[in-house]
């Protein structure tokens, strides 16, 4: 409620200036504070806040948000599930699914241990409510859900190549490897070196790895220049001067 209409005198560089400034008093029944603010934000909050058709005169104005909260009754009291304190959670955010005050109760509250068989770490709520890409990995430590999340792409890439060795037909995921069929893998990682080392001051030229990413743009790029490999052919392609190497016969090793 506007109480009284005051002048506001203020310095604009070295020329003084004047402008409007009200004394209002806070429309929360619990509250009854009085305050003073400038014009051209009340006439703001008026035109966001209130209905078109209501004078001037009848602005709704509150001293803090949590009056405004209090009186429209746009917010709910939750209990925070780490410290079990109740906050003022605003009606617009609840479906976001807020369970913490605040980052700090967020960060420190364990929510379970690490499922790695032999793995004690404590899981943290803001790394198992944040793995929205990797919901099926929100249970593991920091370090597990790294290694699962890197497994799983793999996975996906060798998938796209067949999911088992061109050669032999070995389908366990972490025996095979990726092999450039014409046997340009060296200029292949080069040209990833120069690309990724583009905007840098001095270029880093020396052959990289591939990322999952990049394999997937080369092979909708390159179709059947990839393929899957297990590390036996693979390594007795590269020993026998890149042409594959089929035996005679195909030895499995007997359990111990």
């Not at 939750?78 to 005050?101: A, E, M, N």
């Not at 593991?140 to 998938?159: I, P, Q, T």
């Not at 990682?189 to 905007?199: L, M, N």
Request: one cysteine or more.
């Amino acid at each position: 409620m506007i109480l009284e209409t005051l002048e506001h005198t203020y310095m604009w560089g070295h020329l003084p200036r004047t402008t409007t400034k009200y004394r209002l008093r806070c429309d929360n029944p619990g509250c009854g504070k009085e305050y003073e603010k400038l014009a051209c934000l009340v006439r703001k909050v008026h035109k966001r806040t209130n209905h078109p058709n209501k004078s001037f005169d009848e602005i709704r104005d509150f001293c803090s948000k949590r009056c405004s909260w209090d009186a429209c009754d746009t917010s709910r009291e939750i209990t925070c599930v780490g410290c079990g304190k109740g906050f003022i959670v605003q009606k617009r955010v609840l479906h976001r699914g807020r369970k913490y005050c605040s980052n700090k109760c967020m960060e420190s509250h364990v929510v379970c241990i690490c499922k790695e068989e032999g793995c004690d770490e404590p899981v943290k709520a803001r790394s198992y409510y944040n793995a929205a890409n990797l919901q099926k990995h929100k249970a593991y430590c920091s370090k597990h859900k790294r290694l699962k999340g890197r497994f799983d792409a793999r996975v996906e890439v060798l998938n796209l190549l067949g999911g088992k060795c061109a050669y032999c037909g070995e389908r366990e995921p972490r025996y095979l490897q990726i092999d450039h069929v014409h046997n340009d893998g060296l200029a292949h990682r080069k040209e990833i070196a120069s690309r990724r080392t583009a905007r840098r001051a001095e270029p880093n030229l020396t052959p990289q790895g591939l990322w999952p990413a990049e394999v997937k743009r080369h092979i909708e790029k390159y179709p059947g220049s990839l393929q899957a490999l297990c590390a036996n052919c693979n390594c007795s392609k590269n020993g026998n001067g890149g042409v594959p190497f089929v035996p005679d016969k195909f030895t499995r090793r007997k359990a111990a």
